[in-house]
């Protein structure tokens, strides 16, 4: 009896490191991908090539386990375990608390305080991705990456916003349910997404709003109409990104993580 062939896929018939997926993703002149790897912070060089070798990374959709690959980082989209790294040398992403009383905007022809003054180093084409009203504080995010803060702002991605108002007491019971029903306003409904009740002191309530879209005074106005005024708002997340305890009027750099949870949140 003739003995079966062995499927030429087999993997122990290849030395370690092969692969037989075609690389079309080559770029002669590029940047080593475990060194772009290592330079975006993933992880070191050695911990980087294991990555590679073991089929963890993608560059434009395809596997690529090449030692020595050669790839372009400003123009290349490259994957880690399915999450999006930001390689691109340029783009800078940072969390800004913006305090009340700043406008949102990167100036300001009245001379008020504006979001220019808190940006610590000035990076080329820097947006803020949405607004927040003057007299909101908060997070708002920035960056020169245009793609990703337009999706961000794009209300077909239905990225959340969380925040928290204070609001005069008590609450009823039915405010959530009501919110989340949605709210008759001027320009349309608008739907809560979820709603808590933070804190109740006496008078004061601190209350947590979650909403998917961003027109103006939204949360300041479906309170309102509910018949709690907001005394004070601020958001404190925005998407995968949370304020954390970045103090207002500071700024920081996003995390790789958070900066590729936010691509996943826009399925970029
Ligand atoms: N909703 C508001 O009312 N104000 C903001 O700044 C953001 C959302």
Not at 111 to 126: H, Q, S, T
Request: overall charge positive; aromatic content about 6%.
């Amino acid at each position: 009896m003739k003995a079966a062939r062995q499927p030429l896929r087999d993997r122990d018939f290849y030395p370690e490191g092969y692969s037989d997926e075609r690389d079309t993703t080559e770029v002669p002149d590029g940047v080593r991908l475990q060194k772009v790897l290592a330079q975006a912070g993933v992880a070191s060089r050695r911990a980087c090539e294991e990555m590679i070798g073991e089929g963890r990374v993608t560059v434009n959709g395809q596997i690529v386990r090449r030692f020595g690959a050669k790839v372009d980082p400003a123009t290349q989209v490259i994957h880690v375990d399915g999450k999006r790294i930001p390689t691109a040398p340029d783009l800078v992403y940072y969390a800004l608390n913006k305090p009340i009383g700043v406008v949102s905007t990167m100036d300001d022809p009245q001379g008020r305080p504006c979001l220019a003054d808190y940006v610590e180093e000035p990076a080329p084409r820097l947006f803020h991705v949405g607004r927040l009203d003057t007299e909101t504080e908060g997070l708002l995010l920035l960056t020169n990456d245009g793609e990703l803060a337009n999706r961000l702002t794009h209300p077909s991605y239905g990225v959340q916003k969380k925040y928290w108002a204070k609001v005069p007491g008590p609450i009823p019971r039915d405010l959530g349910r009501r919110l989340k029903q949605g709210i008759e306003l001027e320009d349309g409904i608008a739907r809560a997404d979820g709603f808590t009740v933070v804190q109740e002191h006496g008078q004061q309530a601190l209350v947590e709003v979650v909403l998917h879209e961003g027109r103006k005074h939204v949360v300041r106005r479906m309170l309102e109409v509910a018949g709690h005024r907001v005394i004070d708002l601020a958001r404190i997340e925005f998407g995968p990104v949370k304020l954390g305890r970045t103090k207002p009027g500071t700024m920081r750099a996003l995390s790789l993580k958070e900066v590729g949870e936010l691509y996943a949140a826009v399925k970029l």
